[in-house]
């Protein structure tokens, strides 16, 4: 099974800061990684896919780059709105896998 | 449009079996290449995977939960069942079924199943 340890675990930032979480998988899955957004009371949000690929619809602050084995997430000039929980899953194998989640804080 | 939506118990006993439905519109599960998946997510941790099932009937389990778990679709009503058994506080949590494209692109609103006697 193919582990993801995301990083950090947990942040606190302010409106306009760029924030970039990473996932690191425990061995190289290649592109096959994907980043959603996880707000309570909601279901996750693709926001990008095959590492760096984007979604239609998900706002251009979001990006994300990294092959193999590490991959940020970058969102730049933060809202209000992106305060949520962030997940990395890798598809290369089964079973699939999701990293612990990054929860983000918007002060 | 995909769109899904889950369906089933609330609250089931310990030891029951759970069994969620999963109705979605904008696919067919007859058509090459389509997939549907089950994920769960319990209070105040992350997503796991549960399990996929393909059209042409391959299915793939977690292998943690493989010994419970079974997934069937029935493609004239476009539905996904999954049946879990034996029931433990531990399953209680937040099911999703979503359509994947080997991302998961659409989910459902999710179904928050409660384990408790």
């Known amino acids: 099974e193919i582990v993801l340890t995301q990083s950090p675990d947990f942040q606190s930032v302010t409106p306009k800061e760029t924030v970039t979480i990473t996932c690191r998988a425990s061995q190289g899955i290649a592109t096959s990684l994907h980043w959603y957004q996880l707000k309570p009371g909601q279901s996750p949000k693709l926001l990008i896919k095959s590492a760096s690929q984007s979604i239609s619809g998900v706002p251009s602050r979001f990006s994300g780059s990294g092959s193999g084995t590490d991959f940020t997430l970058t969102i730049n000039s933060l809202e209000a709105e992106d305060a949520a929980t962030y997940y990395c899953h890798q598809s290369s194998s089964l079973p699939n896998t999701f990293g612990q989640g990054t929860k983000l804080e918007i002060k | 449009q995909i769109t899904l939506k889950e369906s089933g118990p609330t609250l089931v006993k310990p030891t029951q079996t759970l069994t969620l439905t999963c109705t979605f519109s904008?696919?067919?599960?007859?058509?090459?290449?389509?997939?549907v998946a089950w994920i769960r997510q319990p209070p105040g941790r992350a997503l796991e995977w549960l399990a996929l099932?393909?059209?042409?009937?391959?299915?793939r389990y977690n292998p943690s939960l493989q010994r419970r778990l079974t997934v069937t679709k029935d493609t004239s009503k476009n539905q996904v069942v999954l049946t879990l058994t034996n029931m433990d506080p531990a399953d209680t949590g937040t099911y999703y079924c979503?359509?994947?494209?080997?991302?998961?692109?659409?989910w459902g609103q999710g179904a928050l199943v409660t384990v408790s006697s």
């Open positions: 099932i393909f059209w042409d009937n391959d299915r």
């Open positions: 979503a359509h994947r494209n080997d991302e998961f692109d659409f």
């Open positions: 904008g696919f067919s599960l007859t058509t090459t290449g389509e997939c």
